[in-house]
């Protein structure tokens, strides 16, 4: 089982829609998440982290859910120039930071 | 604005050839990662470092080893280069400090080696 898993989409939907993606880890001392952005043969760049209480980034929303051990991204009023792969990310137990990687959900917002 | 800078975007090298992956941070980041990423398998560590000279392993070290002289600088050596080590390889630093609020990585604009 990987330690980290998205379901991969794409995820097609018109502009204007509310998107939702989940994520799910496997190890349950897991510290700290959050969601990248990949754009097309670009690198990830850090989208927002994703706090216990859950966290609000203007149209971007995440949620974490320990008990389930599984993250999610919801997205509001889909643009276009939201379309890229949305990395989950966990931090283990470890101190040294090491961040483990999802294999990244991908979204197309079609006009 | 801060940086992590890849030495090559794009690279074509033989099979068995030593390749060197260098990559340069300037934001006095402790720690210095190397990732391959390949379609359908995700980003995938290969090696790490917390330090000046130390170097962790990582998933998937196995035909790599790696270099840390400077704290700015963590460089990446295939040591015979093969086929399947074709891959887009992205370096990444953060600082210690674990966790914080703002955690996270910054990432090299990547590497595409093509091994032929």
């Known amino acids: 089982r990987k330690e980290v898993e998205q379901d991969p989409g794409p995820f097609n939907v018109p502009e204007g829609a509310t998107v939702a993606f989940n994520c799910t880890y496997s190890?349950?001392?897991?510290?700290?998440f959050f969601w990248y952005r990949q754009d097309c043969r670009k690198e990830p760049k850090l989208l927002m982290s994703?706090?216990?209480s859950g966290n609000e980034d203007g149209r971007f929303t995440a949620q974490l859910n320990r008990a389930s051990q599984y993250i999610s991204l919801l997205i509001r009023d889909s643009k276009l120039s939201d379309s890229a792969t949305y990395l989950c990310?966990?931090?283990?137990?470890?101190?040294?930071?090491?961040?483990?990687f999802g294999q990244g959900t991908t979204l197309q917002v079609k006009p | 604005d801060v940086k992590v800078t890849q030495s090559s975007r794009y690279l074509v090298k033989r099979t068995g050839e030593k390749v060197f992956l260098e990559c340069v941070q300037d934001?006095?980041?402790?720690?210095m990662f190397w990732y391959r990423q390949d379609p359908g398998l995700g980003l995938r560590l290969i090696y790490f470092?917390?330090?000046?000279?130390?170097?962790e392993k990582g998933d998937i070290p196995e035909g790599y080893s790696v270099s840390r002289e400077k704290k700015e600088r963590f460089s990446l050596i295939l040591e015979s280069a093969s086929t399947n080590q074709t891959s887009m390889y992205l370096c990444?630093?953060?600082?210690?400090?674990?966790?914080?609020?703002?955690?996270?990585?910054?990432f090299g604009s990547g590497t595409r080696l093509t091994v032929v």
């Open positions: 990444a630093s953060s600082s210690t400090g674990y966790p914080s609020t703002n955690y996270g990585y910054t």
């Open positions: 190890n349950s001392a897991s510290q700290s």
């Open positions: 994703v706090y216990s």
């Open positions: 990310v966990v931090i283990g137990s470890s101190n040294t930071g090491k961040l483990i």
């Open positions: 934001m006095d980041h402790e720690n």
């Open positions: 470092s917390y330090d000046v000279k130390m170097k």
